[in-house]
């Protein structure tokens, strides 16, 4: 994972284990990894709308943000109670 969140272990006994203790890994980290960043992406509108792509654009840029700052806010270790 070119994230850098697991960590894999071959044989029998391996797997996939955490690089970095669940403390220091946010829940922004794993959704990033998982669907790509968290941007603003606001549907086109026609042409007669003029101006409202970059207000629509504004608004979604605006929640993008607080979704990351939202995630970034919640470590894995407090999602599992450890």
Same mark, same amino acid.
């Given at each position: 994972? !070119? #994230?850098?969140?697991?960590?894999?272990?071959?044989?029998?006994?391996?797997?996939? *284990? +955490?690089?970095?203790?669940?403390?220091?890994? !946010?829940?922004?980290?794993?959704?990033?990894?998982?669907?790509?960043?968290?941007?603003?992406? #606001?549907?086109?509108?026609?042409? #007669?709308?003029?101006?409202?792509?970059?207000?629509? /654009?504004?608004?979604?840029? /605006?929640? %993008? /943000?607080?979704?990351?700052?939202? +995630? %970034?806010?919640?470590? +894995?270790? /407090?999602?599992?109670? *450890?």
């Amino acid at each position: 994972m !070119t #994230a850098g969140l697991l960590r894999s272990a071959p044989g029998p006994g391996g797997g996939y *284990r +955490l690089a970095r203790p669940a403390a220091r890994v !946010t829940l922004l980290e794993v959704v990033e990894a998982v669907d790509g960043p968290i941007r603003r992406e #606001a549907p086109l509108a026609q042409a #007669a709308w003029a101006g409202f792509d970059s207000r629509l /654009g504004a608004v979604c840029g /605006g929640v %993008a /943000g607080l979704v990351r700052r939202r +995630l %970034a806010a919640v470590r +894995l270790s /407090g999602l599992f109670g *450890r």
